[in-house]
């Protein structure tokens, strides 16, 4: 049988992950497939990048992916790492909110609360909050077909207050984007679904939620590895025959010649290939296909930048410690750190004993100057925030500071449709070509590791193999 090719562009995990399955294809079914991923830099596993240092393991990225998700446990079981899967250790965490700490109210999903007690008892809500909150009971539910702002559908049904001092601050941690900007039917459609279907997002998660015994800790719902994220890149990467993986090789643009893709390489060569995964953010796609109008779909599209600090001190150094494993920070607090994570404790492996790991995360939507200020000025930021809760005296032993620059690819209001419109118009100019990856179906790594699967799935259909 003819030999087929298939080009994979970007070796994140998304990447990565569609060329480990189309191996394992190849390898099972005896395809006739040519694999091939180009990465335009050095690194493998973009977004994905742990450093250590003294005895500590430092994620620069994301430190973690939810177990509830099977594909990211799935993909580690492959590549023989499930042996070396870690739970993050549970504690107390916390929302600062006008410059305090508050406790996150038992029981609160995604910040709704589904027990009724620790949410009555509460620092971070007015008697007046906690009412309207309630109103979520009784407020008949809201069809509506277009999609609509985080902000508003949650306005609507719980009230600005628990926007404001509980759902905005743990939304923004993981999209770092604005709650009245983000697009419902891209984020959390299951919210919705959960109001048509139970009339009140309260009752519909006390229904579909599993409760936590009261006295007994709560579940670990993040899982990373022993020597980090970084590991299951590398795990995947070794299990690619040489010669599939070439780094520091871009791929610059994609033109159609009858029904064969040319790939111009930032070498200068072409390559050719008759399935194209595009495994990179939307503005490389958009870059790559530039000569395609419907490409211009995406100018509507933005990604926001992020930096964070991981910062190592001396258990000593801390004068007046919290109890817990960090905090996320509203948007009304004078603070410029968006979260922390107390990484010693939520990732006790990653740190040696007797010393700790703090790590900040900076960029607010409306604060994104800060991710051009030196290393010394965002440690400094950072550190005087932290003092106004917690007392460090010393000056850390040292820190990493990372940028992400257009990171954070932003699902704002209309997102799917907009994609739809992509897709579709793709299919019918570029059939072949695919997009996966944290700018399309979900940001979560699991959600990234399934686009690669899918990617697949359609290049094999595509190929009639
Ligand atoms: P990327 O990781 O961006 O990889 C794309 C790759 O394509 C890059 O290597 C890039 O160099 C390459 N590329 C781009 N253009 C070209 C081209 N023209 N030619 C060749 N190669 C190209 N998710 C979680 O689940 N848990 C977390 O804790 C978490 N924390 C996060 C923290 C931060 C700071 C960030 C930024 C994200 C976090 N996320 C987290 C989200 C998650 O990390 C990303 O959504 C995911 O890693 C994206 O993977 P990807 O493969 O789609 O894209």
Redesign the pocket.
């Known amino acids: 049988m003819e030999q087929k090719r298939i080009v994979v ?7 990565l992950t569609a060329a480990y399955y189309l191996q394992k294809e190849k390898r099972e079914k005896q395809l006739p497939l040519d694999i091939k991923l ?4 050095e690194h493998l596993g ?3 990048e742990t450093v250590k240092h003294d005895g500590f393991t430092i994620e620069r ?6 177990e509830r998700k099977k594909s990211a446990t799935r993909l580690a079981r492959e590549v023989g790492l499930e042996d070396q899967l870690v739970p993050n250790g549970t504690g107390q965490s916390y929302i600062l909110v006008n410059n305090k700490l508050h406790k996150m109210p038992t029981g609160s999903y995604m910040g709704i609360p589904t027990r009724i007690r620790p949410f009555l008892f509460s620092s971070l809500f007015t008697p007046l909050g906690k009412a309207r909150a309630a109103l979520d009971l009784i407020k008949s539910k809201q069809t509506v077909e277009e999609d609509q702002s985080l902000g508003l559908f949650f306005r609507r049904r719980l009230g600005n207050q628990v926007v404001e001092n509980l759902i905005e601050p743990l939304l923004s941690g993981i999209y770092a984007g604005d709650i009245d900007d983000l697009s419902l039917q891209s984020t959390f459609p299951n919210f919705y679904a959960l109001e048509q279907e139970y009339g009140s997002l309260i009752k519909g998660l006390r229904k579909t939620t599993s409760k936590t015994p009261r006295n007994k800790p709560k579940p670990s719902m993040f899982r990373t590895f022993e020597g980090g994220l970084e590991t299951l890149v590398n795990a995947v990467d070794d299990q690619l025959t040489p010669g599939i993986v070439q780094r520091n090789t ?3 643009h994609i033109e159609k010649k009858e029904d064969v893709y040319h790939l111009l390489l930032s070498d200068g060569t072409v390559e050719k290939a008759d399935a194209v995964i595009i ?3 939307y503005f ?1 796609a958009q870059r ?1 296909l530039s000569q395609y109008d419907f490409m211009d779909l995406f100018n509507d599209m933005r990604a926001t930048s ?1 930096a ?1 600090v991981a910062m190592a001190f001396d258990a000593s150094a801390i004068k007046k410690d919290v109890d817990g494993t960090g905090f996320v920070v509203s948007r009304n607090s004078k603070f410029r750190i968006t979260a922390c994570t107390w990484t010693h404790k939520k990732w006790p492996h990653s740190t040696p004993e007797g010393k700790v790991m703090l790590r900040c995360y900076l960029g607010k939507p409306d604060d994104q100057e800060v991710i051009d200020r030196s290393d010394e000025e965002i440690t400094k930021i950072a550190l005087n925030d932290l003092n106004q809760i917690m007392n460090i005296e010393e000056t850390p032993e040292f820190s990493v500071v990372t940028r ?1 620059r257009d ?2 690819p932003q699902y704002s209001v209309g997102h799917k449709d907009r994609l739809n419109r992509v897709i579709e118009q793709m299919g019918a100019v570029l059939p072949g070509v695919y997009l996966a ?2 700018s399309y179906h979900g ?4 959600d ?1 590791i399934d686009q690669g699967e899918a990617a697949v799935e359609n290049v094999l259909q595509y190929l009639n193999l």
């Open positions: 562009v970007g070796g994140g995990i998304s990447g180009f990465e335009e830099s973009g977004k994905i990225g994301p430190d973690s992916f939810l871009g791929v610059d495994a990179a953010p490389a790559m992020v964070n992400w990171s954070m990856g944290g940001i979560g790594l699991p990234c």
